[in-house]
Nanobody
């Protein structure tokens, strides 16, 4: 059974930093592409960052240079380091893995950036 559990969200002032964690069970994070998505109120869920099984990373233009996705194989955990946060980064952040044709999601963690 695949389970993704996000943590690390919270309230931070603009310019601050947060590190999100996604603890994964049922799948080996280093063997699959793992992604972080976010959904702001009234908007669709959108990809923020992805790391492939080979370690290649991808970032949405809006977060390039500020966010970093990484993984710890020993802990089977995926991270999203978020620096220089902006109010427009406010959203619920979700961890994701796609296995065959099934998307698995965590419960999400709220990130709120105050101006």
């Amino acid at each position: 059974q695949v389970q993704l559990v996000e943590s690390g969200g919270g309230l931070v002032q603009a310019g601050g930093s947060l590190r999100l964690s996604c603890a994964v069970s049922g799948v080996i994070v280093s063997s699959h592409a793992m992604g972080w998505y976010r959904q702001a109120p009234g908007k669709q869920r959108a990809l923020v960052a992805r790391i492939t099984s080979s370690g290649t990373t991808y970032y949405a233009d809006s977060v390039k240079g500020r966010f970093t996705i990484s993984r710890d194989s020993a802990k089977n955990t995926v991270y999203l380091q978020m620096n220089s946060l902006k109010p427009e980064d406010t959203a619920v952040y979700y961890c994701n893995v796609l296995l065959l044709i099934t998307n698995y999601w965590g419960q999400g963690t709220q990130v709120t950036v105050s101006s």
